[in-house]
């Protein structure tokens, strides 16, 4: 399943040729400041798997768990297109907000439960972590 997106203003395009290793719906508090909205839903794929177009500008954040986080955006508009977290090497996170098509995606976990807004309603079928999920 290829997946493609880019930017707001078009300045960045990517392209993964792999299928996603997962999809999450994060909870995290820099996820949600970074997209504006309650959570933000995440799509992991293989890095190597991924061609950019366009210069991708990175600012350096601490998550939750304390972890540095490299949060890479559109110098331009803004958007956030990946997240690169070391403790996670040769993946690349898309914020699935960026993809053009998103109607093959589907949650498969729910991350960061513990910063969940109070009024939101969990679907409680797809699986919930307080934080990050057990590494496999």
């Known amino acids: 399943m290829a997946l493609n997106g880019g930017c707001l203003c078009g300045t960045i395009r990517y392209e993964s040729s792999a299928d996603p290793l997962f999809t999450a719906v994060c909870h995290c508090t820099n996820c949600q400041r970074q997209a504006g909205a309650a959570f933000s839903i995440i799509v992991g ?75 939101l309603t969990l679907d409680p079928n797809i699986p919930q972590f307080a934080q990050n999920p057990p590494a496999a």
């Open 45 to 119: 794929v293989p890095s190597e798997s991924v061609s950019i177009t366009g210069t991708l500008k990175t600012f350096d954040d601490r998550g939750d768990s304390g972890g540095i986080v490299h949060r890479q955006f559109c110098p331009e508009c803004g958007s956030p297109i990946f997240s690169l977290i070391p403790d996670m090497p040769g993946v690349n996170i898309i914020k699935a907000g960026t993809l053009d098509d998103v109607s093959g995606l589907a949650p498969q976990m729910q991350v960061w439960c513990q910063s969940a807004h109070p009024w």
